[in-house]
């Protein structure tokens, strides 16, 4: 079956920076586009950033806007989330997801694959 595996979390200070990836398997990763949500304690999965097929159309939430860069690798089935100037808030289990199509990016629902998840925690 399909699987999404992410890497890359870990403790950072407030101020620093973490790229996370994502490897696929079992997908035509090429086909789909891909995102990021998180997901802190007591609080809902939301969408982070989301990317299209050819890389070519990138979309953010306003949280992490002007501090992250989503990008993809088609030839290696991996997409990126580089996070720089890391806040305590960012601190989450990050999940990436594979949509057919991201014409709802923000929209759980629109992601028919998930990944287990890598925890990011952000010290003050």
Do not use: H
Not at 22 to 32: E, G, I
Request: hydrophobic share 35%; net charge positive; aromatic share 12%.
């Amino acid at each position: 079956q399909v699987q999404l595996v992410e890497s890359g979390g870990g403790l950072v200070q407030a101020g620093g920076s973490l790229r996370l990836s994502c490897v696929a398997s079992r997908l035509t990763f090429s086909n789909y586009g891909m995102g990021w949500f998180r997901q802190a304690p007591g609080k809902e999965r939301e969408f982070v950033a989301a990317i299209s097929w050819s890389g070519s159309s990138a979309y953010y939430a306003d949280s992490v806007k002007d501090r992250s860069t989503i990008s993809r690798d088609n030839a290696k089935n991996t997409v990126f989330l580089q996070m720089n100037s890391l806040k305590p808030e960012d601190t989450a289990v990050y999940y990436c997801a594979a949509a057919p199509t991201l014409r709802r990016y923000t929209s759980r629902a629109s992601y028919n694959y998930w990944g287990q998840g890598t925890q990011v925690t952000v010290s003050s």
